[in-house]
T-cell receptor, first 119, second 117 residues
Framework: AQKVTQAQTEISVVEKEDVTLDCVYE???????LFWYKQPPSGELVFLIR??????QNEISGRYSWNFQKSTSSFNFTITASQVVDSAVYFCALSEAGAGGTSYGKLTFGQGTILTVHP | GAVVSQHPSRVICKSGTSVKIECRSLDFQATTMFWYRQFPKQSLMLMAT?????????EQGVEKDKFLINHASLTLSTLTVTSAHPEDSSFYIC?????????????FGPGTRLLVL
C-alpha cells in the first residue's frame, strides 16, 4: 500500500525566512509520481510540481525548489524568502502509474502541512 | 490551460435529502475522473475512480449505494450523495486526467462544500 507522511503539521515563519516542508513516501511500485499541491483558504488545489520516479534531478522554480531523494524516499519542498501569500496548506502526494497507458492513477495524499508566514 | 469545474460550489441541505455534484472537464476529454473527500483540517481521501462508460471503482470503506457516481460522457462525472446526513458534510473535490498535449496531468476542480443540517 502506498503512504505519504508529512511529519510537520504546522510551521510558522516570519516573512523572508526560508522554510522546508518534508515529505516521505512509501510504495512498492517502481514507477510512480510525486506531487506537491498548495491549498489556500479558498480550498482549490494549486498544482506546484510533478516528478516521476526515474527523474531524481532537483528542480527550482522561482522561490520554490524540490529535493527528490529515492535513497531516503523523500521529496522535500523548500520555499526561499517566504512571503505572506505563501501561507496555505501544502500537500505532498503520490500516484501509482495509471491504467491503459496513462501516467496518472489515483493520488495518495499526505496529511498536509499548514504554513503560516507572518509579516 | 485545462480547466475542471464543479457545480455547485457549496450546498446546504436537510438531512435525508439527496445532493448531486457535477464535475466537468471544460476543454478536454477525461477518460478518468476521481472523487475525493476532505474533512475540515484533514487530508484528501480518495472515494472512487470513475471511468467513462463503466462502473466506478470505490475505495474500501466507501458505500457505493450512498455515493452514486455516474460518468456518462468524457467531460462529465456526477457524484450523488443519497439520503445525506450531517456526517456527510465535507468538501468534495473531483479531478480529471488529461492525456495531453503537452503532457499528461491531472487537474482538480475547485471543490464543493456540502453542509447537511
Amino acid at each position: 500500500a502506498q503512504k505519504v507522511t508529512q511529519a510537520q503539521t504546522e510551521i510558522s515563519v516570519v516573512e523572508k525566512e526560508d522554510v522546508t516542508l518534508d515529505c516521505v513516501y512509501e510504495t512498492r511500485d517502481t514507477t510512480y509520481y510525486l506531487f506537491w499541491y498548495k491549498q489556500p483558504p479558498s480550498g482549490e488545489l494549486v498544482f506546484l510540481i510533478r516528478r516521476n520516479s526515474f527523474d531524481e534531478q532537483n528542480e527550482i522554480s522561482g522561490r520554490y525548489s524540490w529535493n527528490f531523494q529515492k535513497s531516503t524516499s523523500s521529496f522535500n519542498f523548500t520555499i526561499t524568502a517566504s512571503q505572506v501569500v505563501d501561507s496555505a496548506v501544502y500537500f505532498c502526494a503520490l500516484s501509482e502509474a495509471g491504467a491503459g497507458g496513462t501516467s496518472y492513477g489515483k493520488l495518495t495524499f499526505g496529511q498536509g502541512t499548514i504554513l503560516t508566514v507572518h509579516p | 490551460g485545462a480547466v475542471v469545474s464543479q457545480h455547485p460550489s457549496r450546498v446546504i441541505c436537510k438531512s435525508g435529502t439527496s445532493v448531486k455534484i457535477e464535475c466537468r472537464s471544460l476543454d478536454f476529454q477525461a477518460t478518468t475522473m476521481f472523487w475525493y473527500r476532505q474533512f475540515p483540517k484533514q487530508s484528501l481521501m480518495l472515494m472512487a475512480t470513475s471511468n467513462e462508460g463503466s462502473k466506478a471503482t470505490y475505495e474500501q470503506g466507501v458505500e457505493k449505494d450512498k455515493f452514486l457516481i455516474n460518468h456518462a460522457s468524457l467531460t462529465l462525472s456526477t457524484l450523488t450523495v443519497t439520503s445525506a446526513h450531517p456526517e456527510d458534510s465535507s468538501f468534495y473535490i473531483c479531478s480529471a486526467s488529461h492525456i495531453g498535449p503537452p503532457e499528461e496531468t491531472q487537474y482538480f476542480g475547485p471543490g464543493t462544500r456540502l453542509l447537511v443540517l
